[in-house]
Structure formats: structure tokens, C-alpha cells
């Protein structure tokens, strides 16, 4: 089938019952590997910034996606955000239910494209979006360089 046709009888579409094993490794690659390397050695976000049209990134990218220049510089853009969204989850990706719901929120940076989605504690009077909060990580000495070491946001 070419991507002209369209499927009119999903009976004609071949499937098979069973599992495929799929190993991997994911890389961060050069800016993924420059933004956790800044948060376990420096505790700060980063973001590309482009040379020829200014756009910043986060999570940083090698190449701007809006004018395909590559991306060599990396600002600092600090923990402190804005939520911009956020949810309640009560099950986890695999299924089983959480005995206290997590709340998940998609944190932007001023000036910047993007954003990170993490836990947010909503502690003592909720959660509004708009709202200031900050990155809560791990010790220095207890980072690795890892998305594990940001332990989640909560108000500023």
C-alpha cells in the first residue's frame, strides 16, 4: 500500500499475536548531555540559543528547529518557571494505581521554547497556572546526571 491509499477494510491489514524484544540505549546526545551535565555539576537548567535567530530551547537542541542553524551556546535559564498546565495522575505508565495521586506539569521558562514536564508538589493551597514554582533536586553529592536528579517543582 502506497501513502496515496487509504485502508477501507481493516480485515485486509496483517497483524501477529506475540511480543517483539526490543533493546535499546537512548543517548542524550551534545545538548541533552550539556543540560544534565549543568544540572548535577552546577544545579541550573540550560537552554540552547541560537546564533542566527535567538531562539531558546529546552530541553536544549543541537540544531533550531526554526531556522536550522546549528546550536553551540547554552544559556542559563535557572530553576525558577511558570506551570503552565498540570494534571493528576493516578496510575503509573505501566498500569497500577498510585496510593496518593502524582500531579505532572509542563514548567515553561521565560523567553524560551519548550518546557519540562515534571512532578509538582502542590503543598498548602493548591496549584494555578501561571503560578511561580522552582526545581527541587537532589543533593550535589547524591546527582547523577539523569532527569532523576530534578526530585520535582514546587512553589517559589
Known amino acids: ?6 485502508v477501507t477494510q ?3 491489514i496483517g497483524y501477529f499475536e506475540g511480543a ?6 537512548y543517548t542524550f546526545g551534545i545538548a541533552g548531555d550539556k543540560f544534565f551535565r549543568t544540572i548535577m555539576e552546577k544545579g541550573d537548567f540550560v537552554a540552547s540559543k541560537c546564533p542566527d535567530c535567538g531562539t531558546m530551547a529546552i530541553y ?5 528547529e526554526q531556522c536550522f542553524a546549528e546550536v553551540t551556546e547554552f544559556v542559563s535559564v535557572g530553576l525558577e518557571g511558570e506551570l503552565y498546565s498540570f494534571t493528576e495522575c493516578h496510575y503509573d505508565f505501566q498500569g497500577k494505581q498510585h496510593v496518593e495521586p502524582h500531579i505532572m506539569g509542563l514548567i515553561r521558562f521565560e523567553g524560551v521554547d ?7 508538589q502542590a503543598g498548602t493551597g493548591g496549584l494555578k497556572l501561571g503560578m511561580k514554582v522552582k526545581a527541587k533536586l537532589k543533593p550535589a553529592n547524591e546527582r547523577e546526571g539523569s532527569v532523576d536528579d530534578i526530585l520535582y517543582f514546587e512553589k517559589a
Open 20 to 25: 517483539i524484544p526490543v533493546n535499546y540505549q
Open 114 to 120: 519548550g518546557g519540562i514536564i515534571h512532578r509538582v
Open 60 to 64: 536544549p537542541l543541537s540544531y533550531c
Open 1 to 6: 500500500m502506497s501513502f496515496k491509499d487509504s
Open 10 to 12: 481493516t480485515t485486509k
